[in-house]
Structures are given as structure tokens and as C-alpha cells.
């Protein structure tokens, strides 16, 4: 993802010179999962993080807000799970789940709260967000072909918290969406289906929902967010939805699925990146910003500046700022290759850097490029 800049002709220098400046600027460039996980980190209500970094899952899986590490989840004929496998970016990496082709509980892997790593109860608000990438357009060859991203599910059952969901079944929805399931029953009066088009293999999602529980256990409402972050967006905001009855798990401890269902199986075929929890029903400017974490650039804005000196002899002198220096004055005496580095008279003024570049006296024009 880059744009040219600039490209600048320099009319003052008589005709001598023709300068052509060209710089590349990665357009994410400052914006990170890094800063997501930063700015997770200062929210109050922040109350479970798991960033997936490590080549175990005694790294990869550790929760690092609260204390409900994850354990490895294989059943059927268990297909390793993928660790240090890339993110959406280059500050961090994700984990890799695995769904072998047939029934539903052919076989598959993927990462689980339980046993003394449960999930603390759950209170009536209740917000997640995650950034995964699906690795199937549907599933398919089960009975129910769904592939749980993050699941949970009362000890009596009668509570489900499927808060992400990819599948099929009952849903009246395109291919294998991404949805959210709550309450007393896998019905479509208890589903909020988020995505309206089939997913893209191979995309990187950002998927969020806030939930209300009400107190007395009649029904939840919520909202649903979601933006493609390989196309860069927009954010679109599904719902608010409230489900037909029942709400999910409150109250008591709970297993947690993530990349597959809380008590097994079903597994989600794709890789997870970012997984944060939060015990507020944060709203939609909220996940908004943090969104414009991941797909914002906050690179100052390029300032570019040349002159002629003709003291102590004559130079071009090409300034810009801070924010290039990693970039590369290339010269050419043609359009055509090859270009070479330039590499003498670099200084450093203030917060510019500084090109000085000695006139070429014996051709009647010269190009440059600024390069990143
Ligand atoms: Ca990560």
C-alpha cells in the first residue's frame, strides 16, 4: 500500500537541474496491532488479552490481562496448531487453528480456557473484539458445518455464548458468514448475523460486539462490528439486535473456546490474531478508534524543501523531515536506470535532514529521487 508524494520540479536552477521527487510512504506506516494491544491495555474495563505471540502455547497462549492462560484443544486426528504464524502486521504475530475436512468432530485444534484457567464469571455488559483471518470460504461436511471462534456455554447448558461464530446453518445468510449467537437456544431468533457477504479467504477481519445482558435473564441486546482491515475498512455496525430469549453464561465460571467450541470440537478453520475482552458494552466510537489503530497512518505530515547555494560552491540542498530517515536520495543522468545512492554531504539540521549535493557541472540536467 503506498503512494507517490511528491514530484517536483525544480524551474530554479536555470534549467541545470530537473529534480524528481518520488517517495514511496507505507500508508499504515506508526498505526499497529501493537498500538491496539497498547490501547486495550488502558481501558478499565479491560478484562482478558491474548496477543498469541510465542512458539508454545505456554507463551502464545498466555492471557495477558487476566489469568486464564489457554490449553491446547486437539481431537480426531489432531492436526497441529500453528504458532508464530504472521498477524495483520509485522508487531505481532498470531496462532494458526485447524479443522480437518469431513464431519464435524473429524478432527481439529485450537486454544481453550478451562479447568482452573476458566473464565471468571461474566457480568450483565460484556464486549470482545478479534482480529482473525478465515482460512475456509464455508465449512462444510458436518452436520451443523460451523466453526466456533469464541464460544462458551453454561455448566446447565441453557446459556449460550456463542459470541463468534463462522457457519451456516439454520441462518437464512449468505455462504458461511460470521455471526453471533446468544441465549436458550441455536436459533435465528437468537442469532446476529454480522457479515452479509461471504467472508474472503485469506482477509484479516476486525470483528467486535457489545453485549447487555438483561437482569432477570430474559434476553440480551447487542451490536455487532466488523471491518475487512485487508481493504482497509470501514467499520460497519450490525444491530442493534435483541435475541429471542436467555442470555449467555453469567454468574459462575466458564469454559471458553477460542478457534473452536468451549467443550470441543467444531473448530474454526483460520488464524487469530488479537483476542481482547471486556466487561463493559463499549460502544461503537470506542471500537472505532480502535480500528483507526490498526488502518490510520499517523506519519507526520512530509515536508520537502530545496534550494540552490552557490557558497562555498554551488549545491542543491534538499530538506525533509524526520519522518524519512530511513528514505534514500537516489541520482540518475537519465530517466533510465541505473539509479545510484547518493551518498555525500548528508547532515543533519534540527529535525530535518539534509541533503547537500554538488552541482553537476558537465550535463545540462540531472534527476533525482527520493526513495523509501
Ligand atoms: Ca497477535
Excluded at 491496539?36 to 505456554?58: C, K, M, R, Y
Aim: avoid cysteine; charged fraction near 15%.
Amino acid at each position: 500500500m503506498k503512494h507517490n508524494l511528491k514530484l517536483k520540479e525544480a524551474g530554479l536552477f536555470r534549467n541545470l537541474l530537473f529534480v524528481s521527487l518520488v517517495a514511496g510512504i507505507p500508508q499504515g506506516a506508526g498505526a499497529a496491532t501493537a498500538d491496539l494491544q497498547n490501547t486495550a491495555q488502558a481501558n478499565p474495563n479491560l478484562i482478558h488479552q491474548w496477543s498469541f505471540d510465542g512458539e508454545d502455547v505456554s507463551t502464545a497462549g498466555k492471557d495477558l490481562k487476566g489469568s486464564s492462560d489457554l490449553a491446547e484443544r486437539i481431537y480426531g486426528t489432531g492436526v497441529p496448531l500453528g504458532y508464530n504464524v504472521s498477524g495483520f502486521d509485522g508487531t505481532s504475530n498470531a496462532f494458526s487453528t485447524n479443522r480437518a475436512p469431513g464431519g464435524d468432530s473429524t478432527g481439529g485444534a485450537y486454544l481453550k480456557a478451562t479447568g482452573a484457567n476458566q473464565l471468571p464469571a461474566l457480568g450483565d455488559t460484556f464486549s470482545f473484539e478479534i482480529i482473525v483471518k478465515p482460512s475456509q470460504a464455508a465449512i462444510t461436511g458436518g452436520t451443523f458445518n460451523l466453526g466456533y471462534v469464541l464460544s462458551s456455554r453454561s455448566a446447565d447448558n441453557a446459556s449460550r455464548g456463542y459470541f463468534l461464530m463462522q457457519g451456516q446453518a439454520p441462518l437464512p445468510a449468505a455462504a458461511s458468514p460470521f455471526s453471533s449467537t446468544l441465549g436458550n437456544g441455536y436459533t435465528v431468533a437468537n442469532t446476529n448475523i454480522i457479515t452479509g457477504s461471504p467472508l474472503t479467504v485469506g482477509d484479516w477481519y476486525y470483528v467486535a460486539g457489545s453485549y447487555t445482558a438483561d437482569p432477570g435473564g430474559a434476553n440480551v441486546t447487542w451490536t455487532n462490528y466488523y471491518a475487512n482491515l485487508t481493504t482497509g475498512g470501514p467499520l460497519v455496525t450490525v444491530g442493534p439486535f435483541t435475541n429471542s430469549g436467555g442470555t449467555y453464561p453469567r454468574g459462575a465460571a466458564i469454559d471458553f473456546g477460542i478457534g473452536g467450541r468451549y467443550d470441543g470440537q467444531e473448530a474454526f478453520p483460520g488464524s487469530i490474531d488479537e483476542v481482547n475482552l471486556y466487561s463493559a458494552a463499549l460502544d461503537g466510537a470506542t471500537f472505532q478508534a480502535h480500528l483507526d489503530q490498526l488502518l490510520i497512518t499517523d506519519t507526520p505530515e512530509l515536508r520537502l524543501s530545496i534550494r540552490r547555494e552557490d557558497q562555498p560552491s554551488p549545491a542543491l540542498v534538499v530538506f525533509w523531515s524526520a519522518a524519512l530517515t530511513d528514505a534514500t536520495l537516489e541520482s540518475s543522468p537519465n530517466l533510465a536506470d541505473p539509479w545510484t545512492p547518493v551518498t555525500e554531504g548528508i547532515t543533519v539540521v534540527g529535525d530535518m535532514f539534509e541533503y547537500r549535493i554538488l552541482l553537476p557541472s558537465a550535463v545540462p540536467r540531472f534527476f533525482f529521487r527520493l526513495r523509501r
